[in-house]
């Protein structure tokens, strides 16, 4: 395994187990799940949900703003975005 998937996957580790001080807010929480799913498994794919699913349709929106992002990339942006929530958090 590569160190930057190891990375990755400490990291994605992290944000779904994190608890106390760790609160991301709703915009953090997009960027990480666009960012995972890009990661995960590349461009943005299926049709937009309806206007009624706000939450399905935000979530399709911030992964279809990754599209053309290489999985490498998007990791990286993953463990980076992680690193400097935890700078500004302690």
Not at 51 to 77: F, N, P
Request: hydrophobic letters at 30%; a negative charge; proline letters at 2%.
């Amino acid at each position: 395994m590569s160190d930057l998937k190891q990375q990755f996957d400490e990291a994605v580790n992290y944000v779904q187990t994190a608890e106390g001080d760790f609160k991301p807010s709703n915009d953090l929480k997009l960027q990480f799940y666009a960012l995972y799913k890009q990661a995960t498994e590349g461009d943005v794919k299926g049709k937009k949900p309806g206007m009624l699913d706000q939450v399905g349709r935000a979530k399709y929106s911030a992964w279809e703003k990754l599209k053309g992002t290489s999985s490498e990339d998007a990791m990286q942006q993953y463990v980076d975005l992680l690193e400097s929530m935890k700078q500004k958090h302690g």
